[in-house]
């Protein structure tokens, strides 16, 4: 049993006054009878002496004392079993991925998971809200989940997050607090620096102080068959120190390179590697494992296929594919194309020549220079020969005439007659074909970056009607939503993640756990700071409906009660 | 607390005076006295006739029915006693609950030896209360003078105490008879080996008909039990109809005995007592 307001308890020390009250009315002058048997009833037995078997069959007086009980019982707002008031302790856990070191065989992750029960314990709670912080905070365990399922969650939790500001999470934190004041519970591995607390925060360190060598950053350039790879290693330590860093691909020797480092300080490595598939760059295992090992998938292939529709007027078609053929990684294809390029009537993304009566334009142009495909195309000295307006969103015109516009569908229609016009001889030419590739480039299916850092936002393309998904190294399933280039929210836990169409594999990503503050582990260490307002439990008696069962059995006990000295008087 | 008051014993000498006891028209037994005796005894009183046994006074010898039957005829003559009475008197608390009940107990017990006397009988007082004492009549009135009525358990106990009844012409028990055990074994005790018997029941005029008013502690005059219960009309009813039913149980259980049933009012007077309720036992002397 608990009490959501225990001082109404203090209705109980009327209990003695209606005892009291009872012996006085029932304190009265004795009478000498001849003949007591003739009074008793026939279930009545009578005994001498003030006993208290005598009170107990005083229905009147067990009534009213157990009125009052009930009385006082639903002012302190009792409650029985299930419904007992719950203590809620509140937890946020620092989510970055430093958390993840070990010492003695355990991670600080261990350590806050053990801080997490012993924190339980102590406080006797019965339900947990956990919350791990990172870039955007994440409810590990809640809100109010009891303890067992709020255990199983912290037993699964793997922090991976990136260097990170707590405060997001503390607030929510504060947002899911059951009283205000509430103490909040912050679990960390080190110092939080200048970072100035709420005052309802209670903060400890489970971490220690420890020396590490981490990968800083990583890349990975694919030409011509062969992949260079090159790593940025730093040292995170108190003395100068060697390190082979070793690379590893299927079907080729492995590759070490032994870099001296001095305390911090980086060193960069960069290898080539004749191969398309994977690449594994390691360092020696140490406190933080995860730092030290990359998986770095390949490039995206550069080469962009690029069909011409045969009805394209002969002349646009050779000064256009002149200038494609210039840019390289460029392939014509009949058709299946990343890109096509027709005239007017035809069904190509990008669909160039002119219509109707033509007029020739030699400025001014009027252009969105914001928009991509128009990026650093000058039009200065150009004659422009366009027909009626093409539809779509005008992205260049002259006068009333639009040269060039974008449809809905992003089809690109160029206003062009390419024989009465000079802009494929000017300096603009080229740079607006190159444009238009680079967006046909990036407007693939898949990644257009295959290696990202942990905690950083991931482009990715889509392409309409088809199911889109991520799914990430432990097989956990994020769906995709939207259509085209979109970014998506960072990827955590690092490692592999795949794009699906379907649910087939279309293109994989890799997240590398790679943060130069989260490898730093010798910031790390003994930090605490006390709540500096102590409101520490909440029960959660106040944000449930009362136990009424108590005041109706009050009411009952009181009908009861007037029932039978009511039947007495009469 | 107990209501002991003494008794105006010297008004029962005004109350008995010319009265004698009224006895039961049965043989008694006795000592030599007035009263025809059931046995048979050297009286004037022809009580039957037959014939001779060898060791019979030849003074009863009945010489004129000698002559004219030629038999030895002997003259059987009934015994005349002085009959035995015995006044068995409750002297335990209950008869103190109040003054008025106390006092007529006593004076009821003392009137009736007196009456005795007057009839030439033998009276005896029992008395039985904390001590259990055995009073010749004639000093029954110093016995009651200094009696009280203090008996701490119920009559039927303290009556276990008194030694065995004895024969006797006329057993009279003053007592309220407010007592748990079985009437009938009890009255037929009392009426045991006597000619005749008289159960006086006294009683308070609370006993009969309590008031009411808010709630009592009850508690019993013998065994001081208490019993505390708010006396509204329901309760009092009840008790009416349990004494009213304890009563009767008296009188058939005296009845079968042949037993007299007489309750008397303890708050009136015994000269009004004698001319009414206790009338039956009077016989003009």
């Given amino acids: 049993m608990s009490f959501g307001f225990p001082l109404g308890l203090l209705a109980l020390v009327a209990v003695p006054a209606v005892v009291a009250a009872y012996f006085l009315r029932r304190k009265q002058p004795p009478r000498l009878v001849s003949a007591l048997f003739l009074w008793r009833t026939p279930n009545q037995r009578a005994e001498a002496g003030p006993r208290f078997e005598r009170f107990s069959r005083e229905a009147s007086l067990a009534l009213e004392t157990l009125a009052l009980i009930a009385a006082a019982l639903f002012l302190a707002d009792a409650r029985c079993g299930e419904a007992a008031s719950r203590t809620h302790v509140l937890v946020v856990v620092d989510g970055s991925l430093s958390m993840l070191a070990t010492t003695g065989g355990r991670t600080a992750a261990d350590a806050a998971r053990d801080a997490v029960a012993a924190l339980v314990r102590d406080e006797g709670a019965s339900v947990v809200t956990v919350i791990e912080s990172g870039p955007r905070p994440r409810l590990l365990a809640g809100p109010q989940l009891d303890v067992a399922r709020a255990t199983a969650a912290l037993e699964a939790w793997r922090p991976a997050q990136p260097a990170h500001d707590p405060t997001p999470a503390l607030a929510l934190a504060k947002e899911l607090s059951t009283v205000p004041k509430q103490r909040v519970h912050f679990i960390t591995d080190g110092p939080v620096g200048e970072l100035a607390l709420p005052p309802e925060v209670q903060g400890r360190s489970v971490g220690a102080r420890l020396e590490n060598v981490a990968f800083l950053s990583a890349q990975r350039r694919d030409e011509a068959g062969v992949a260079t790879v090159t790593v940025r290693v730093a040292g995170f330590m108190d003395a100068p120190r060697s390190v082979p860093v070793r690379f590893s691909a299927q079907g080729l020797p492995e590759q070490a390179q032994q870099v001296a480092l001095t305390p911090g300080a980086t060193a960069l490595v960069r290898v080539g590697m004749k191969t398309a598939g994977l690449i594994e760059v390691t360092l020696p295992d140490d406190a933080l494992v995860e730092d030290g090992r990359l998986r770095l998938q390949p490039s995206p292939p550069p080469t962009l296929e690029v069909s011409m529709v045969p009805t394209l007027d002969p002349s646009a078609q050779t000064t256009i594919s002149r200038a494609l053929l210039v840019m390289g990684e460029v392939t014509f294809v009949e058709k299946d194309a990343h890109l096509s390029i027709g005239p007017p009537s035809s069904v190509a993304r990008v669909r160039v020549g002119a219509t109707g009566p033509l007029q020739s334009f030699v400025g001014p142009f009027f252009a969105q220079k914001t928009h991509p495909l128009l990026d650093d195309v000058q039009l200065g000295g150009v004659v422009w020969t366009a027909g009626v307006n093409p539809p779509g969103q005008p992205l260049l015109s002259a006068g009333g005439v639009v040269l060039m516009s974008e449809a809905d569908d992003g089809v690109v229609h160029l206003n062009l007659e390419v024989s009465r016009s000079n802009v494929q001889r000017s300096v603009a030419w080229p740079v607006l074909w190159g444009n238009v590739v680079r967006r046909a480039r990036a407007s693939r299916e898949g990644f257009p970056r295959r290696l990202v850092h942990v905690g950083e936002d991931v482009p990715v393309v889509t392409s309409p009607g088809a199911s889109w998904a991520l799914e990430g190294p432990e097989g956990a399933s994020r769906p995709v939503l939207g259509v085209g280039a979109l970014t998506v929210p960072p990827l955590s836990p690092p490692g592999a993640w795949h794009l699906r169409r379907d649910g087939k594999r279309v293109d994989t990503l890799e997240v590398l756990a790679l943060d130069a503050h989260e490898s730093d582990l010798t910031t790390r260490g003994a930090w605490s700071v006390d709540a500096a307002k102590t409101d520490a439990l909440a029960t959660l008696s106040g944000d449930r409906p009362r136990a009424w069962a108590w005041a109706a059995l009050v009411l009952a006990l009181m009908l009861a009660d007037f029932w039978l000295t009511a039947r007495r008087r009469s | ?285």
């Fill in chain 2, 1 to 285: 607390m107990h209501t002991d008051a003494p008794a105006d014993l010297a008004m029962v000498e005004r109350a008995s005076a010319g009265l004698s006891l009224r006895l039961p028209r049965v043989p008694h037994r006795g000592r030599l006295g007035d009263a025809r005796a059931a046995s048979v005894g050297s009286s004037m009183e022809l009580h039957d006739f037959r014939t001779y046994h060898p060791g019979d006074d030849l003074r009863h010898v009945d010489w004129n029915a000698v002559a004219r039957t030629g038999e030895l005829v002997v003259r059987v003559r009934q015994d005349e006693v002085s009959p035995r009475v015995e006044v068995v008197l409750d002297a335990t608390a209950s008869m103190a609950v109040s003054a008025e009940k106390s006092a007529r107990a006593k004076e009821v017990a003392l009137w009736v030896c007196e009456l005795a006397r007057h009839g030439g009988c033998e009276p005896v007082l029992l008395i039985a209360g904390r001590e259990v004492q055995r009073v010749p009549g004639a000093a029954a009135r110093a016995a009651l003078s200094q009696l009280r009525a203090d008996g701490r358990e119920p009559f039927d106990a303290a009556l276990a105490r008194l030694p065995p009844f004895q024969a006797c012409g006329l057993r009279v028990v003053v007592s309220d008879f407010f007592v748990e055990a079985a009437p009938g074994a009890l009255a037929e005790r009392f009426a045991r080996h006597a000619a005749g018997c008289a159960l006086l029941q006294v009683v308070d005029a609370e006993d009969l008909d309590p008031s009411g008013g808010g709630g009592a502690r009850l508690t019993d005059a013998e065994t001081g039990e208490v019993l505390e219960r708010l006396l509204t009309p329901d309760v009092l009813q009840a008790y009416r109809e349990r004494c009213s039913a304890h009563v009767s149980a008296w009188q058939a259980a005296a009845r079968r005995v042949s037993a007299s049933w007489t309750q008397v009012p303890a708050a009136e007077p015994l000269t009004v007592l004698a001319r009414r309720e206790l009338s039956a036992l009077v016989e003009a002397s």
